[in-house]
């Protein structure tokens, strides 16, 4: 299977609730590489590298989201090319 890349933004009460920590602990669990942020804008960024249907599995887990927090929307954006991720990293 092809190894795609996608950006996300998670909209919603995402940031003070552990999200990125989440986020990290899912694209280990699943085998996806990128990376995850906070944005200004009181947002998470996601950057996801990997098969389509791994990719699937972690929008899925961003959806849900940790305890306490509320995703209000998760926006996809496929990228036209890979940056080829070694691992999956938090940026603080």
Known sequence: MAVKSYKAVIKGIVQGVNFRNFTKLEADRVGIK???RNTADGHV???LEGEEDLIKEMVFAVHAGP???IVNEVKLYEQENLSNFKD???IR
């Open 34 to 36: 990128g990376y995850v």
């Open 88 to 90: 999956f990293k938090v």
């Open 67 to 69: 305890p306490h927090s």
């Open 45 to 47: 960024e996601v950057f």
